[in-house]
């Protein structure tokens, strides 16, 4: 909101200013928000994001954000496409107002997501590949994040796992795991009741919305700590413990 409202207001003057429109300032302070924060009204998601069959939610949970990148990268296409028709006309100054629009729509849906994203992984994961590596993954990785099957396909090659389709694979993974603590020769001692408590609480979250994963994690690692399983020596340690469970960097190859 503290976004959205001034936004839309600064739109909605605009319009007015210009036009003397209401209605016509409405519409296109409406649309300046959805462009620049998404929208969850169903009339605004396709068909397979809307769907309310029981696959389609975890098939489709982060569709909205992708789908808003893919709209605006391929505006970005076009965008350069225009400047390039411009300039090769001899419109050479009509050309080049159109270059800071354009490499602020990289940096705002190209670069940024991607810095965040790299900022936000690196602290749960501690990167051994090399700097050629590590860049050629961003690149395909950022390319690819927009593509439905791509991105999931993309990710695996990337980070050594295998593809998975959506959150489709989560839940069987969840349960699996719990099956697997449970059949420990001691899956209540100190070092699998953690483990045996997160991957329960996250099962439970997944059959009935009510048992995020992440207070799983939080609690495993507060009943590691307990049992001396995991001894956080920094700040860092504690953070990655409770968000993720374990306080150790993953190691990426």
């Known amino acids: 909101m503290i976004s959205a409202v001034p936004l839309w207001l600064a739109k909605y003057d605009e319009v007015v200013n210009e036009t003397g429109d209401h209605g016509m300032a409405v519409q296109q ?34 569709y909205g954000f992708f789908g808003t990148n893919m709209q605006r990268r391929i505006e970005i296409a076009h965008d350069i496409n225009d400047a390039y028709k411009l ?32 900022a936000v992984t690196s602290q749960f994961t501690d990167d051994k590949r090399g700097a050629l590596a590590h860049a050629l993954a961003f ?5 690819a994040s ?19 389709a959506g959150l489709m694979s989560s839940p069987l993974h969840d349960v699996s795991n719990l099956i697997r603590d449970a059949k420990k020769n001691h899956p209540l001692d100190k070092q699998n009741a953690g483990k045996l408590v997160e991957d329960a609480v996250t099962v439970f979250g997944d059959a009935t919305g009510m048992g995020p994963k992440h207070v799983g994690a939080a609690a495993r690692y507060g009943m ?27 190691t990426e190859r």
């Open 29 to 62: 302070a409406d649309r300046a928000v959805r462009r620049a924060h998404g929208s969850t009204a169903i009339t605004n998601q396709p068909l397979i994001v809307s769907n309310s069959g029981p696959l389609a939610p975890w098939l489709t949970s982060i």
């Open 87 to 118: 300039g090769k006309q001899g419109e050479i100054g009509a050309a080049a107002k159109a270059v800071p629009q354009i490499m602020s729509s990289i940096f705002t849906y190209v670069i940024w997501p991607g810095i965040v994203e790299e």
């Open 139 to 143: 690149t395909l990785g950022t390319a």
């Open 146 to 164: 927009t593509f439905i099957g791509i991105r999931d396909l993309m990710y695996g090659l990337t980070h050594g796992q295998d593809p998975q």
């Open 224 to 250: 590691d700590v307990w049992n001396k399983q995991q001894r956080p020596k920094t700040a860092g340690d504690v953070y990655r413990g409770v968000v993720s469970g374990n306080q150790s960097k993953r």
